[in-house]
């Protein structure tokens, strides 16, 4: 059943949405239904909005499959240096040192400040984590309808 990828999209947000691994999105490969709950409230609903119980047997990954988030595509890290080597390669040192001790994206995002280059960064991201989430589709056998 296809799922529409902004749905997923959406999905993968909402599992980003907490550094602490709290909210979960799981596809129902049967339906294309993506079923949201976290740890850290009440929420326990479809992505449309309306609650619905995650079925007893969402473990069964022949049916069900989580969404994944940031660090499950690579898309930390990796995805910094790729932006800093393409976009602001005179940086590239001072943004490795900067991920390589804790608390390193508040840095990063004032070094993106003074360059003028938050836009191209979201941009930059924005297209990545796309192409990253459809080929995971792909990977997955998740047919998306658009």
């Not at 907490?18 to 129902?28: E, V």
């Not at 909005?49 to 595509?73: C, M, S, W």
């Not at 004032?110 to 960064?121: E, N, V």
């Amino acid at each position: 059943m296809p799922t529409s990828f902004e749905d997923i999209r959406l999905g993968f947000d909402f599992v980003d949405s907490n550094d602490l691994g709290a909210n979960d999105a799981i596809l129902c490969r049967r339906t294309g239904k993506i079923y949201w709950r976290s740890e850290s409230s009440d929420l326990d609903e479809l992505n449309d909005g309306t609650n619905d119980e995650l079925p007893d047997d969402f473990v069964d990954d022949e049916n069900y499959i989580a969404i994944p988030g940031k660090r499950d595509l690579g898309l930390g890290k990796p995805l910094v240096l790729a932006f800093v080597s393409e976009c602001l390669p005179g940086d590239f040192d001072d943004v490795r040192y900067m991920f390589s001790k804790r608390g390193a994206y508040p840095k990063f995002k004032a070094l993106l400040a003074r360059r003028k280059a938050t836009d191209r960064w979201h941009d930059f991201e924005n297209k990545a984590t796309d192409k990253a989430l459809r080929d995971w589709c792909e990977a997955n056998s998740i047919e998306v309808s658009d």
